[in-house]
């Protein structure tokens, strides 16, 4: 299969597939569909994989390319949440699996599409929501308080105006497009498009509020706690967990999972429940955290904060108290 007929390669793809190393009767899920080029290359080394997206276009469109797939028994489309995997895959009969794949945040389709909202490069409706349905983004900035969506700024994307840019926010309601949003955040941080950062780029501060707004929208950080939690109870032992993240908010929530999972220290994250007494490690110590190299670099400019990290799991019985319930 030719991936370059896909119309997105993720990033790290090389990487992500040589941490899961399948072999011809793996099971994998790919907890983010997306374009599905990650579940493209895990078929091509023979894997069976269950992948999961809570948008309906990317299974809309994963469901077009399977019907012309040879072997459709080995593809399983979720249209799902992530953080339901393991009821989904009890429904489907899967205890255990071979590897688990996540490629968090919003995907580069999703960008691309000025009607979704995601982004500030092109005009669209103020939604943001990965489901298409639910609360908008929209929906939040004009019914909020201000005080309310300060701590969404702060928390999610670390604005340290956060208070300053809430209180534009509210005295310019209603708020209805992607250009009206950035509009406001830019004069309540006095931007100025001439002004440059480091290395040459220009500096936008409304990346830091659409961020910040995307996450809450779609409860991205709670997803990724269960989820997380999920992948110790389906994994086997030995089984391969490959999470590739783009800001700092995930990573850090990565990080302190797989070093409490693997015995190195106590989860100190709010998103993460405390270390239990008698606590067998259930994943070994993680490989070393990977990066984009710069040929990928050069070929994708998104791919320049991406990380992967990776473990495996033990045989040890998962912690029911971590990400999911008991």
């Keep these: 299969m030719n991936l370059a007929n896909g119309p997105h390669i993720p990033v790290l793809l090389d990487e992500v597939v040589a941490a899961l190393n399948p072999v011809p009767g793996s099971v994998i899920i790919d907890a983010t569909f997306g374009a599905g080029g990650y579940t493209r290359a895990l078929l091509d080394r023979g894997a069976t994989v269950h992948a999961f997206d809570r948008d309906p276009d990317a299974i809309a469109k994963g469901r077009e390319w399977a019907e012309h797939k040879a072997d459709p028994q080995r593809l399983v489309l979720h249209p799902r949440r992530f953080s339901e995997m393991t009821a989904a895959m009890a429904e489907v009969g899967v205890a ?12 580069s ?40 969506i300060a701590d969404v700024l702060y928390q999610y994307g670390e604005e340290r105006q956060s208070r300053r840019v809430a209180r534009a926010i509210v005295a310019a309601r209603p708020l209805h497009t992607t250009a009206d949003l950035a509009a406001v955040v830019r004069r309540a941080l006095g931007y100025r498009p001439n002004s440059q950062k480091k290395g040459g780029a220009p500096k936008d501060p409304a990346t830091r509020s659409f961020q910040a707004i995307r996450i809450h929208v779609n409860g ?19 089984g391969r967990l490959a999470v590739v993240s783009f800001h700092s908010l995930e990573d850090r929530m990565v990080k302190r ?4 999972a693997s015995g190195g220290q106590a989860a100190t994250s709010r998103h993460m429940p405390e270390r239990l007494d008698d606590f067998l490690p259930t994943f070994e110590k993680p490989d070393k955290p990977v990066k984009p190299l710069q040929g990928e670099l050069d ?14 799991r033990t045989e040890a019985p998962a912690r029911t108290q971590v990400g999911v319930p008991a």
Aim: charged share 25%; glycine share 10%.
């Design 109 to 148: 389709m999703q960008l691309d599409q000025a009607e979704r909202g995601f982004a500030f490069s092109s005009d669209g409706p103020l939604d943001m929501r990965m489901s298409k349905s639910g609360t908008s983004a929209a929906d939040f900035l004009n019914e909020a308080g201000e005080s309310t």
């Design 96 to 107: 255990q699996v071979d590897g688990i794949a996540m490629d968090l945040g919003v995907s």
């Design 299 to 312: 070929l994708n400019p998104r791919s320049r904060s991406a990380i992967l990290r990776a473990a495996t």
């Design 220 to 238: 991205e950080l709670d997803e990724l706690q269960t989820a997380l939690g999920a992948s110790e109870q389906l994994l086997r032992g030995g």
């Design 257 to 260: 999972f797989l070093r409490a």
